[in-house]
DNA sequence: CGGCCCGACTTGACCGGACAAAAATGCCGG
DNA sequence: CCGGCATTTTTGTCCGGTCAAGTCGGGCCG
């Protein structure tokens, strides 16, 4: 029964022969841009979906992952799905405009500038949805703007994510998932190492290696970082067979850097 | 800072009653680790797979679904399921130093080494596998070493992406994935701008927005490299209403740069 | 009135089947 | 020998159903 105008709008059947759950994916997302369920909205139910498009359940359950997937929704078996983000152009203008200014900044300040872009998307968030700023929701935006994904591994990712692991801590987003990702990909348990090279006593430029625990390398992508009381840290990403959480560690001279 | 729990709270995911298709999909992980399949080898048909575990094919298409966005494997519809890497630990030691030694080098001349890693990993591949270079298969293990996924979209991946975009171009790999992610979450389509600052002119930190069609505006997240011939480029991703593909501007020269 | 339990609701996992689409394979005629 | 065509193989998509697991709310009982 073709009902909605959306699925029938197909453009190029030869060109484009898409399959159904990406375009019920597609419709899904265009009525989210088109703001028929705000922020923190619930989705209608699977099976309600399911009479709407009408499509089985399956078509519509892989839709909703390919959306989860984007970051656009969030599901929760029991609860149901809530809707995570407006993503307008005007969203991806703005997230561009964001970022590009973020980069403007020196290396060693951009987590302050996070720190402060935090709280602003927290109370921007809070009045968009309509509640307090301590509520659980509060932090869906804030999220957003850097958010940790069940991405495939690639370790740009890994890096990148290495260098904002500070502020994605202060802003409550746990890197699980990602570590669930090495550990099936390699078949072993990553650890995020951090280290205080100010109490270590030894500059960055001369420090190479530490040791998690004695007799236990750990290797480290060198990230530098100075907080504002003048406090240079290094968080990186290492291999260390132990459970997932924050090392602790001293650093180690070395004689030379190449 | 806010201290709190940390990544005590993430742990919660100990006590794990797995899905299937995760148990199938880690049996198939360790095999793979194993050395079952060596890289580029083709893993048994869905069909004799199901047979194997014991359970549906629509179980182990998930799984292999998981492995795939895991960048284990590569499926391809009517010829199989091929092994992209073997993801040993030692592979993760030899990874991580990989891109440490990589950030060792300045941000100028990352893209110069990238290129000559390149093809190294050609070579070491094309023995591993046993095949000439000019093969398909000798890509497959340069590609994965900056794997473009299609991951859920994040910023920081948008922006590393964009920043190795030349290399990745060099080594055959497309970032339509990417490209169809933003579309689906923003409504939009995004496009590669390549600007050659050279031949504008306009020095870079000077450059700030550029005009990719008249009365079209582009915003660019500003990356600068330098080639091998001395000319700076600066590759950024856009906002642009426009069929995908890369884009040629010229820079505009404006008056100020906080 | 408050805490607890049970049931309805919703998502998660899985099955067996069916057909479509793309690639590989083999056959045949030029 | 080789190029074109039909067949087979393999993955992609989709259906309708079942059961499990988590969440939430209302009613029961102390």
Redesign the interface.
């Given at each position: 029964m073709s009902t909605g105008p959306g699925l029938d709008m197909n453009k190029r059947e030869q060109a484009d022969p898409r399959p159904r759950y990406r375009q019920v994916?597609?419709e899904l997302?265009?009525q989210l841009?088109a703001g028929v369920w705000p922020v923190g909205a619930m989705l209608p139910t699977e099976t309600e979906l399911c009479a709407t498009f009408a499509v089985s359940r399956h078509t519509v359950r892989e839709a909703l992952r390919?959306l989860e997937?984007?970051?656009?929704v969030q599901r929760r078996q029991g609860s149901g799905t809530t809707v995570l983000a407006l993503?307008?152009?005007d969203?991806?203008?703005q997230?561009?405009?964001d970022?590009?200014e973020l980069?403007?900044y020196p290396q060693e300040t951009r987590l302050t500038v996070l720190r402060a872009r935090k709280f602003e998307a927290d109370a921007e968030t809070a009045a968009q949805i309509g509640c307090g700023e301590g509520e659980a929701w509060v932090r869906v935006e804030a999220i957003r703007?850097?958010?940790?994904?069940?991405?495939?591994?690639?370790?740009?990712?890994l890096?990148?994510?290495a260098?904002?692991a500070?502020a994605l801590?202060?802003l409550g987003v746990?890197?699980?998932p990602l570590y669930?990702?090495?550990e099936?990909?390699?078949?072993?348990q990553?650890s995020?190492i951090e280290v205080d090279i100010a109490a270590s006593g030894v500059p960055p430029h001369q420090a190479e290696l530490l040791e998690v625990e004695p007799g236990t390398p750990a290797?480290?992508?060198?990230r530098r970082y100075l907080d504002g009381q003048g406090r240079v840290y290094e968080i990186s990403?290492?291999?260390h067979p132990a459970?997932?959480?924050?090392y602790r560690a001293t650093l180690k001279r070395i004689p030379e850097l190449?």
């Open positions: 994916a597609d997302t265009a841009r390919l997937e984007s970051g656009l993503a307008t152009p969203r991806f203008v997230d561009i405009t970022m590009a980069l403007q703007r850097l958010r940790v994904t069940t991405a495939p591994l690639c370790f740009t990712t890096l990148i994510r260098e904002y500070e801590d202060d746990l890197p699980g669930a990702l090495i099936r990909r390699y078949g072993i990553a995020l290797l480290l992508i060198r990403e290492g291999a459970p997932r959480f924050n190449p």
